[in-house]
């Protein structure tokens, strides 16, 4: 069984910065590809930011330019850095891994913009 620990998530004022991090329980590299996403209250779970084994990276629209997904795999964690943040930002953000055919999630850490 994978354990994804998410963390960093908290209160920040609009304009301003956190940084996610997902701690796997096992090597990251073993996953064909990890994720982010976030669910907001009353809306459905959506894609935030993946990255493949093989280094390939792919954001959402509404977050491109303002995040950057990366990772350390001495530390098997993966990083979301989100910057500018607005208040639709707000959301449970979810860690993500992929081994088909299994997908692992993570409790999720609760982001929210507010001032």
Not at 24 to 53: C, D, H, N
Not at 59 to 68: E, F, I, L, N, Q
Request: net charge positive.
């Amino acid at each position: 069984q994978v354990q994804l620990v998410e963390s960093g998530g908290g209160l920040v004022q609009p304009g301003g910065s956190l940084r996610l991090s997902c701690a796997a329980s096992r090597s990251i590299l073993s996953f064909t590809a990890m994720g982010w996403y976030r669910q907001a209250p009353g809306k459905q779970r959506e894609l935030v930011a993946t990255m493949t084994s093989g280094d390939r990276l792919a954001y959402a629209d509404s977050v491109k330019g303002r995040s950057t997904i990366s990772r350390d795999t001495g530390k098997n964690t993966v990083y979301l850095q989100m910057n500018s943040l607005k208040p639709e930002d707000t959301a449970v953000y979810y860690c993500n891994a992929n081994s088909p055919p299994y997908v692992f999630w993570g409790q999720g850490t609760q982001v929210t913009v507010s001032s």
